[in-house]
């Protein structure tokens, strides 16, 4: 990431300045919440994305900058709304929001965050970005509806669990991508190959946090391990073990995710029956497949340094461990 960091310096730079500007509100509370969420240590994946695919098709005006900050406000904001659903306690190592200040804070300061982007987009003035970014904000919704209703369900397969990674999760990749693509004026193809690119990485992204869930230290990747599962949700890990496993294992591995309260006897033996049946080993390596598939689609983009940039963030996708 060194080299992507270096690259991006001043713009990260300029975005974080532009974060500041935008929670500007007569109440303080708002920007008291958006300021605690924004500096807890998010990578920045997604204005990385916009800002070096703006770089890769040209562009040299300033409303990268803007838009850059409207991504992570979009997923500032759902990140808000995901702990009030899940009654999360941590975030990135750290007390959520709402441990701080309540739910009823968090989804007020989500909904701010949220009309902020929509006001920052219309200010642009780019309709087809402006476009991009509202129905990937609306797929959203729709990927936290089906993640809602896919909870504790053992008969979810992985065709449907990657249709709820690919709303949920990489669609704002993918429009992030995308609408770099557009301020650089770029041919449709070369738009579509950038996007194709924000959505592969984006799935593989979320495959290595389910990877990460399994096996991380809590002060390493800032949950405890198997937080997914307390939540009631069915990753790739379990997915594939579910395929895999006897059906007395799997019959035990309903019963205990339909519990309310999960005991820590039953977390370690679900932990331990997805390390049995190579669940981890299995997850990363879809997530590398669908690296090489997304680096496959710059492959008709000149060399220069924003393309080295967004191949080598895509392999720190599935280097990383936290």
Known sequence: MDFVLTLLNDDIRRVEEQFREDLT?????????GEYVLASGGKRVRPMMLLLSAQLTGYQGNAHIGLASVVEFIHTATLLHDDVVDSAVLRRGQDSANAVWGNEASVLVGDFLFAKSFSIMVREGNLDILRTLSDATTQMAEGEVLQLISTSDVELDEEHYIEVVRNKTAVLLSAASRSGAILG???????????????????????????????ADQAEFGKECGHD?????????????????????????????????????DLQYVVLLIHSYDGI??????????????????????????????????????????
Do not use: W
């Open 229 to 265: 599962l307390l939540e009631g949700k069915v990753t790739l890990p379990l997915i594939h073990t579910l395929n895999n496993c006897t059906n007395e294992e799997r019959q035990k591995v309903a019963a205990i995710v339909e519990q309310e309260v999960l005991p820590d006897e």
């Open 281 to 322: 080993g299995y997850t990363r390596e879809r997530a590398k497949t669908l690296i090489e598939s997304a680096k496959s689609h710059l492959s008709g983009f000149s060399d220069c340094p924003a393309k080295e940039a967004m191949l080598r963030l895509a392999d720190y996708i599935v280097s990383r461990n936290h």
């Open 25 to 33: 509100s007569r109440v303080p509370l708002i920007r008291k919440v």
């Open 185 to 215: 004026g770029c041919s449709p193809e070369e738009e579509e190959a950038l996007a194709a690119y924000g959505m592969d990485l984006g799935i593989a992204f979320q495959f290595m946090d389910d990877a990460l869930d399994y096996i």
